[in-house]
Nanobody, 123 residues
Framework: QVQLVESGGGSVQAGGSLRLSCVAS????????VAWFRQAPGKEREGVAA???????SYADSMKGRFTISQDNAKNTLYLHMNSLKPEDTAMYYC?????????????????WGQGTQVTVSS
């Protein structure tokens, strides 16, 4: 069973930066895709970025430029580097994974989910 554990969330002022981490365990496939999603109160869960086991990345159009996804395969850890944070970035951020290639950033395309880490950006 794949397990994903996020960390690194917190409270930050607008313009600040945070780095989220997601430690994965239990992979049984040699090829996988991991991604970050976020969900603000009262809104649908939306995709942020994804990366496959070969290192290819994809981003939601609205996330390009300020967010960077990366991974450390030796540590089985996924990262999300967030810069120039805005109050509208306030949300619960989730790590998600699926076996195989990355598919479009839709929650239904991912099988495994972490519990989330809260990011709060104040103005």
């Amino acid at each position: 069973q794949v397990q994903l554990v996020e960390s690194g969330g917190g409270s930050v002022q607008a313009g600040g930066s945070l780095r989220l981490s997601c430690v994965a365990s239990g992979y049984t496939s040699s090829r996988y895709c991991v991604a970050w999603f976020r969900q603000a109160p009262g809104k649908e869960r939306e995709g942020v970025a994804a990366i496959d086991s070969g290192g290819s990345t994809s981003y939601a159009d609205s996330m390009k430029g300020r967010f960077t996804i990366s991974q450390d395969n030796a540590k089985n850890t996924l990262y999300l580097h967030m810069n120039s944070l805005k109050p509208e970035d306030t949300a619960m951020y989730y790590c998600a994974a699926r076996a195989g290639w990355c598919l479009p950033l839709h929650p239904g395309n991912y099988d495994y989910w972490g519990q989330g880490t809260q990011v709060t950006v104040s103005s």
